[in-house]
């Protein structure tokens, strides 16, 4: 399914990176990644398999991978970041794929399910090694903070921890009193 875009955007890399200058007609490509990034995810969302959130984890990680890397193509020019971006994308698409190919299948084992976290692990290492893993700020922007507070409560009920009590100030008056 991804093969000749795979082909496509490898040979754009290979271009940019022996030019030296950034092409952006790769943003439409990697929009086109994206459609079929976004099928994959609704895939492994509607799964009877709740294991299936593993592997919409991956694919969802190649969609963070691949904001971060237009805004690099897209401001290139202005950071000095030509032909860097083209080398370090080339090398996190060695890891997209090899995670697509594994999302792609309908198999849900302990096999499948190892795969696709070691994949998306060492997607998100070369990330990082790349500067192409997302922002905090992409992180903080998607939390839903009312929803987040309400989750905080319930787990601290489940676990059986009083929900009135600061634990700060705990410990602040546990030391004051010893």
């Not at 399914?1 to 082909?7: A, E, F």
């Not at 970041?81 to 792609?104: G, R, Y």
């Not at 787990?155 to 009193?177: A, F, Q, S, V």
């Amino acid at each position: 399914m991804y093969t000749q875009l795979q082909h496509a955007i490898d040979e754009d890399l290979h271009n940019m990176e022996a030019t030296g200058k950034v092409d952006l007609g790769i943003i439409k490509k990697l929009d086109e990644l994206r459609v079929l990034l976004g099928k994959l995810e609704n895939k492994w969302l509607q799964h009877e398999n709740t294991d299936g959130f593993y592997f919409y984890q991956g694919v969802r990680n190649i969609e963070l991978m691949l904001d971060r890397m237009q805004d690099r193509f897209e401001n290139a020019p202005e950071r000095n970041d030509n032909p860097k971006i083209a080398e370090d994308s080339q090398i996190l698409f060695k890891e997209v794929f090899d995670l697509l190919h594994i999302a792609e299948s309908n198999a849900v084992n302990q096999e499948t399910i190892n795969s696709i976290l070691r994949k998306t692990r060492d997607l998100r290492n070369v990330a990082e090694k790349q500067n192409l893993i997302e922002l905090p700020s992409v992180d903080t922007e998607n939390v839903d903070k009312e929803n987040a507070g309400y989750g905080l409560t319930s787990i601290m009920k489940n676990l059986d921890i009083p929900i009135d009590d600061d634990p700060l100030i705990g410990d602040t008056e546990y030391k004051n009193n010893n």
